[in-house]
């Protein structure tokens, strides 16, 4: 069973602050998934990757597939970035199913 | 958008009710996914559906059942509610036939049994 461990568990910044969080796994994924949850619920799937980098404004997530370990990075972080950071893995095989970490609770002050 | 409707943001219930939770989507998706989060445990799946009428066990399925009688529709049932299944439940949906796709959530049901 794949292993997911975020770190760290709570981060309070600045605004205006480079941010980064981290994920690493245990074993081989096919695919990683950085989610975002606001206080009241809601999930949305921020990225998706199997290798490299992907940037999407001002969010950057990379991959090391032979580290076994993602980051998050968020640049000028603003008080709206406030929210928990979930990283999530497909180990791949036949079963569709995600394995999460606890999350990350980032707390942006102006 | 993809969009994921759960039928409750909040819902009280009593131990020992039969409990219904409803999801829908309207993109057509294969599969639908049943969560519960509970704090210092992160999302924890309970049950997963991969085209209608079937379903697979995820981690914690014990106390709950499911039902997928639409491509749409995917319906969580607390059997008989117990006080530890107070948690926030959490549905989602994917396309395609593998779980390398995202996963689209819906805005969660916060489901308390006294």
């Known amino acids: 069973k794949n292993e997911v461990e975020q770190s760290p568990q709570n981060l309070t910044a600045q605004e205006g602050e480079f941010i980064t969080i981290n994920c690493s796994y245990s074993v081989g994924i096919s695919a990683l998934h950085w989610l975002q949850q606001h206080p009241g619920g809601g999930i949305v799937s921020l990225f998706m990757?199997?290798?490299g980098k992907k940037k999407h404004g001002r969010l950057i997530a990379t991959i090391n597939i032979q580290e076994k370990h993602s980051s998050l990075h968020i640049t000028a972080s603003h008080p709206r970035d406030s929210a928990v950071y979930i990283c999530?893995?497909?180990?791949?095989?036949?079963?569709?199913?995600?394995?999460f970490g606890k999350g990350t609770l980032l707390t942006v002050n102006p | 958008d993809v969009k994921v409707t759960q039928s409750s943001r909040y819902l009280v219930k009593r131990t020992g009710e039969k409990v219904f939770l409803e999801c829908v989507q309207d993109?057509?998706?294969?599969?639908m996914f049943w969560y519960r989060q509970d704090p210092g445990l992160g999302l924890r799946l309970i049950y997963f559906s991969y085209d209608v009428k079937m379903k697979e066990k995820g981690d914690i399925p014990e106390g709950y059942s499911v039902s997928r009688e639409k491509k749409e529709r995917f319906s969580l049932i607390l059997e008989s509610a117990s006080t530890n299944q107070t948690s926030m439940y959490l549905c989602a949906s994917s396309s395609g036939f593998r779980g390398n796709q995202p996963q689209h959530f819906g805005d969660g049901t916060r489901l308390s049994i006294l």
């Open positions: 990757l199997s290798s």
């Open positions: 999530a893995v497909d180990s791949g095989g036949s079963n569709y199913k995600l394995t």
């Open positions: 993109m057509d998706h294969e599969n």
